[in-house]
T-cell receptor
Framework: ETGVTQTPRHLVMGMTNKKSLKCEQH?????MYWYKQSAKKPLELMFV???????ENNSVPSRFSPECPNSSHLFLHLHTLQPEDSALYLC?????????????FGSGTRLTVV | AQKITQTQPGMFVQEKEAVTLDCTYD???????LFWYKQPSSGEMIFLIY??????QNATEGRYSLNFQKARKSANLVISASQLGDSAMYFC???????????FGTGTSLTVIP
């Protein structure tokens, strides 16, 4: 256990479904992140939240909608996804402004869009 | 601009032998952090080792050591006495620059042969 918990671990959804991914950390970190990892591609940063405020959105399609109700919880709401959105979605957290502290990752949600 | 380069897409090593995974980085900032992560097939990103740009000595954590050559901008990971459980993807990462962002390399797939 890293201290960052992601649920569910696996998700299969149809293109017309709506689902949500959940991430939770109790490490006292004030920054949280969503990453997408597709097969044979580098990690892609999707969203960054600092103190519950979204500070970065890397041109992510609107069918992905993040929500950060507090600094311990982060959600990724999914709707009308495409098959190419199938990937491993990783959540991470870290203290802000600390170069000598890396990100702590969750175990990821492996998403399959059918 | 910050950049991390891992030039070895795949590596093989005999069990109990040592292996070096290459990582070079590019930054104009004097202060930064370098990290290595392990990602087994289960998907979780596991933190292995950290090296600060001002650290005089190479970092070590058990069987992992980081060969830090600042002038060459390289931060190679050395795994001694390889074990079958070391088979995984390994990512080099750097934290620094504006906004103290995290930059990942494309990863190296390590296979330990019995």
């Amino acid at each position: 256990e890293t201290g960052v918990t992601q649920t569910p671990r696996h998700l299969v959804m149809g293109m017309t479904n709506k689902k949500s991914l959940k991430c939770e950390q109790h490490l006292g970190h004030n920054a949280m992140y969503w990453y997408k990892q597709s097969a044979k591609k580098p990690l892609e940063l999707m969203f960054v939240y600092n103190f519950k405020e979204q500070t970065e959105n890397n041109s992510v399609p609107s069918r992905f909608s993040p929500e950060c109700p507090n600094s311990s919880h982060l959600f990724l709401h999914l709707h009308t996804l495409q098959p190419e959105d199938s990937a491993l979605y990783l959540c991470a957290s870290s203290p802000l402004n600390s170069q000598n502290y890396g990100y702590t990752f969750g175990s990821g949600t492996r998403l399959t869009v059918v | 601009a910050q950049k991390i380069t891992q030039t070895q897409p795949g590596m093989f090593v005999q069990e109990k032998e040592a292996v070096t995974l290459d990582c070079t980085y590019d930054t104009s900032d004097p202060s930064y952090g370098l990290f290595w992560y392990k990602q087994p097939s289960s998907g979780e990103m596991i933190f292995l080792i950290y090296q600060g740009s001002y650290d005089q000595q190479n970092a070590t954590e058990g069987r992992y050591s980081l060969n830090f050559q600042k002038a060459r901008k390289s931060a190679n990971l050395v795994i001694s006495a390889s074990q079958l459980g070391d088979s995984a993807m390994y990512f080099c990462a750097m934290r620094g620059g504006a906004g103290n962002q995290f930059y990942f390399g494309t990863g190296t797939s390590l296979t330990v042969i019995p």
